[in-house]
């Protein structure tokens, strides 16, 4: 696929590629990334950080965080990126996904020491402790799948799917929230999976 | 062992994927899933679909120095790893290593044959808790129904409750609208990993004495 455009500046009238194709996806060139600060590379560190922390902050941001709290366990979750490194494998998640998790358990982990007051957990615990997905359904190759399948739901399906990830509320509170009734908002996430996983099935 | 087939709900590996879950009960839900690939697929499915939402996410600007500070920190010592978790018993299927650590340290008798010990929530007064409960061959779990709601995921043996009989690595969601005397099937001990949202409500006087003993 190229991506051309008809330029209508010095060239004499005709289609000019304006970018060439990309020689990796995205997914592929974080996956690189973390694959060369595996091997303790700073400027792959530094390129990652500058695509994953202001999202990761981002992220916590929307999720309530207060903005001191959400800048440090984005700073937290690149460092673990940097001692994690040789544990990512691409075949089972991308990049993005990967990352996702860290500043899940991070967040998950930071609640909790602030409802006990008490010391740090390790942060790699429970979830990244469990024994390898046997159906590899997020691999990298799929993750541009996901992303553009998440574009493709009907809007009152992207809607939960949404307001799910960028809350830690339970359904019943996303459902007031939208005035609809809970089996409504239930049944729409069970749909939107449904298609995410269809539009991911040749890599099942 | 064969697959379970009792699964949970997408909602709650949903619910996982994001972060949405109680401790207590993500222990439970974590049982489960380790045991079953289908699940687990499920969850892979979720999580990618968060790692896409924060890939697309907009970006919020780092301080400053964010990135001078942690490269600065890129020499410290890294946590030590966690404490190799205890194997678990050999009937018993796989189960995250908070539970396990639990019911090596602190299993106590509350009634011939049965025995409870505490994951999280210590089994205080109220609120949300999670607990390893043991049963012997054949005992019914006295009368009772649940203040919120209940996760079971089935570690060893099989017990029935309401015509079903549940296994190894089945997952149950009960409300406050079931109220059940669930037994241990006659063919040995069953271990159940169980998140309660609060006490058991009582619906027997049997039930009712032995509650303040065990807090579950």
């Given at each position: 696929?190229?991506?051309?455009?008809?330029?209508?500046?010095?060239?004499?009238?005709?289609?000019?590629?304006?970018?060439?194709?990309?020689?990796?996806?995205?997914?592929?060139?974080?996956?690189?990334?973390?694959?060369?600060?595996?091997?303790?590379?700073?400027?792959?560190?530094?390129?990652?950080?500058?695509?994953?922390?202001?999202?990761?902050?981002?992220?916590?941001?929307?999720?309530?965080?207060?903005?001191?709290?959400?800048?440090?366990?984005?700073?937290?979750?690149?460092?673990?990126?940097?001692?994690?490194?040789?544990?990512?494998?691409?075949?089972?998640?991308?990049?993005?996904?990967?990352?996702?998790?860290?500043?899940?358990?991070?967040?998950?982990?930071?609640?909790?020491?602030?409802?006990?007051?008490?010391?740090?957990?390790?942060?790699?615990?429970?979830?990244?402790?469990?024994?390898?997905?046997?159906?590899?359904?997020?691999?990298?190759?799929?993750?541009?799948?996901?992303?553009?399948?998440?574009?493709?739901?009907?809007?009152?399906?992207?809607?939960?799917?949404?307001?799910?990830?960028?809350?830690?509320?339970?359904?019943?509170?996303?459902?007031?929230?939208?005035?609809?009734?809970?089996?409504?908002?239930?049944?729409?996430?069970?749909?939107?999976?449904?298609?995410?996983?269809?539009s991911l099935g040749d890599l099942a | 062992m064969t697959a379970p087939t009792r699964h949970p709900s997408e909602a709650l590996i949903l619910d996982l994927a994001r972060g949405a879950l109680e401790r207590g009960r993500a222990l439970v839900l974590r049982a489960h899933l380790a045991v079953c690939?289908?699940?687990?697929?499920?969850?892979?499915?979720?999580?990618?679909?968060?790692?896409?939402?924060?890939?697309?996410?907009?970006?919020?600007?780092?301080?400053?120095?964010?990135?001078?500070?942690?490269?600065?920190?890129?020499?410290?010592?890294?946590?030590?790893?966690?404490?190799?978790?205890?194997?678990?018993?050999?009937?018993?299927?796989?189960?995250?290593?908070?539970?396990?650590?639990?019911?090596?340290?602190?299993?106590?008798?509350?009634?011939?044959?049965?025995?409870?010990?505490?994951?999280?929530?210590?089994?205080?007064?109220?609120?949300?808790?999670?607990?390893?409960?043991?049963?012997?061959?054949?005992?019914?779990?006295?009368?009772?129904?649940?203040?919120?709601?209940?996760?079971?995921?089935?570690?060893?043996?099989?017990?029935?409750?309401?015509?079903?009989?549940?296994?190894?690595?089945?997952?149950?969601?009960?409300?406050?609208?079931?109220?059940?005397?669930?037994?241990?099937?006659?063919?040995?001990?069953?271990?159940?990993?169980?998140?309660?949202?609060?006490?058991?409500?009582?619906?027997?006087?049997?039930?009712?004495?032995?509650?303040?003993?065990?807090?579950?």
């Amino acid at each position: 696929m190229h991506a051309i455009a008809f330029d209508h500046g010095g060239h004499q009238g005709g289609w000019t590629p304006i970018r060439p194709v990309p020689p990796m996806s995205d997914a592929q060139r974080f996956a690189e990334l973390i694959g060369r600060v595996a091997g303790a590379d700073r400027t792959a560190f530094a390129d990652l950080f500058g695509h994953f922390a202001p999202r990761v902050k981002s992220y916590l941001l929307r999720l309530g965080a207060a903005p001191a709290l959400a800048e440090e366990l984005a700073q937290e979750t690149l460092l673990a990126v940097w001692r994690k490194a040789a544990g990512f494998d691409p075949a089972k998640a991308a990049a993005s996904t990967w990352i996702f998790t860290i500043a899940r358990n991070l967040r998950i982990d930071a609640a909790r020491r602030e409802r006990r007051g008490d010391v740090a957990d390790d942060p790699s615990d429970a979830p990244e402790a469990e024994p390898a997905p046997d159906a590899r359904l997020a691999a990298a190759q799929s993750e541009g799948r996901i992303r553009h399948a998440l574009t493709a739901l009907p809007p009152e399906q992207a809607e939960v799917v949404r307001l799910s990830f960028f809350s830690d509320k339970p359904h019943s509170e996303i459902a007031e929230q939208l005035g609809l009734p809970l089996g409504t908002v239930k049944s729409r996430l069970r749909l939107a999976m449904g298609r995410l996983r269809e539009s991911l099935g040749d890599l099942a | 062992m064969t697959a379970p087939t009792r699964h949970p709900s997408e909602a709650l590996i949903l619910d996982l994927a994001r972060g949405a879950l109680e401790r207590g009960r993500a222990l439970v839900l974590r049982a489960h899933l380790a045991v079953c690939p289908g699940c687990r697929a499920t969850l892979g499915l979720a999580e990618a679909v968060g790692g896409a939402m924060l890939d697309a996410a907009e970006p919020a600007p780092m301080a400053p120095d964010a990135l001078a500070s942690v490269l600065a920190r890129l020499g410290e010592p890294p946590p030590p790893p966690p404490a190799a978790a205890p194997h678990p018993p050999g009937d018993w299927i796989r189960v995250p290593a908070d539970v396990l650590a639990a019911a090596e340290g602190g299993r106590r008798q509350a009634a011939p044959g049965v025995w409870v010990a505490h994951v999280t929530g210590e089994g205080g007064r109220s609120g949300p808790r999670s607990y390893l409960l043991g049963v012997g061959p054949g005992i019914a779990v006295p009368l009772h129904t649940h203040r919120g709601g209940e996760f079971v995921c089935v570690v060893k043996g099989a017990y029935k409750d309401r015509g079903h009989i549940y296994r190894p690595g089945d997952f149950v969601e009960n409300d406050e609208s079931v109220e059940h005397q669930p037994r241990v099937t006659r063919d040995g001990e069953c271990v159940c990993l169980i998140a309660a949202d609060n006490l058991l409500v009582p619906r027997s006087i049997q039930a009712r004495l032995l509650q303040p003993i065990v807090g579950i």
